[in-house]
């Protein structure tokens, strides 16, 4: 059965094909309102989340169906098997998606599930994220995606992971103006060094990634689950002074005629300007609103190979 841990099992034309459908169903929302007619998603949270919650939410009644939220600490993932209770759910929902704070703990959801599992972030992949992404650059970029380039800025963590997998299928130029000896933390993924690596995509100056991009992209310098925790804020105060050089701001950009792009949640005044945020040149309001049409183009497709919608 196929999952949805990160984007790396994903050939360069399944990954146009999901996005094929993410526009086709944006255009016509009407015609899908009843592919996924009975089907049930269930959403699993550990971690904090706006967009991805409401995305798939919205996503599945829009196409029929049905999101169960399912919230670790209050169900009783907290005190279970992590296998057992998949076991119980995946005989329930046609689907699982997952927000994790450990890739390995989405690995024994994978094992133990009988339906397709998607990843809704964890420390080391956002693959919905690149996905969304990707769909709104193509909205803004004029021919070939192949032909654009992107700038990412700040830190290296899953959705740089995400956009550097995805970037090296589709042949996109990703640059990844980040501190050197930036070491990822527990985001970092043997396969994506490989990939960085091959690629060139690193430089440790900003101004340099930035240079000619046609998109330029920024995330939190701080994993969620850690911004507002007291036990964090000393390693939160140095890590905030050592990234400003790397803020997405006015003078790093200057009048450059590029696209600015950010996942969210946005903290502003650190990871970006706030004015940029606003910025006529600024897409991330639009990017945002693109996660409920990429999950739908990947609902479709996930559940069309798990053979539960039909081709
Ligand atoms: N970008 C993103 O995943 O947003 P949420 O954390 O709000 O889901």
Redesign the pocket.
Known sequence: MRHLPHLKDLSSAEIKDILQRASTIKQSPAEYRSLLAAHSLAMLFQK??????VSFEVAMTELGGHGVYVDWTTSNFVLSGIEHETEYLSRNVSGIMARLLHHSDLQKIMGASQVPVING?DEKF?PC?ALTDVLTMMEHFDGDIANASIAYVGIQNNVSNSMAIICDKLGIDLRLGTPPADDNGESRDADVDAIIDRRGYHTADPREAVDGADFVYTDTWID?QYFNNPDHKEENDAKLKKMMPYQLSRSLIGDADVRIMH???IHDGFEIETELVRDPRSVIYLQAENRLHAQKGLLWWLFEQADLVGK
Request: proline letters at 8%; a positive charge.
């Open positions: 904090t989340s706006t967009r991805t919650r972030c956002h994220q969620m996942d969210m949640p």
